[in-house]
């Protein structure tokens, strides 16, 4: 899942590095609520992760860690 996480956000901002690590993604500005807004609808497409809009904070998408736990909470819920 990592690999795979890492290939999306490497697809919607090819300008950034997402393998290396320390990095928060939304307060570095290398993903913005749009990219969220696809990540969110990769998880439901590819993971069956239905993440509710509650929990579509930037927190929840600061790193790759960060992403894999918001999916794996919600994957086939």
Do not use: C, W
Request: aromatic content about 8%.
């Amino acid at each position: 899942m990592k690999e795979r996480i890492i290939q999306i956000l490497s697809e919607l901002r090819p300008e950034f590095d997402f393998t290396e690590p320390g990095h928060d993604f939304v307060e570095e500005g290398m993903i913005d609520s749009l990219d969220i807004v696809s990540l969110v609808d990769a998880a439901e497409e590819e993971y069956g992760a239905s993440i509710p809009g509650t929990e579509i904070l930037p927190e929840n998408f600061k790193d790759v860690d960060a992403i894999i736990n918001i999916i794996n909470k919600y994957r086939n819920v």
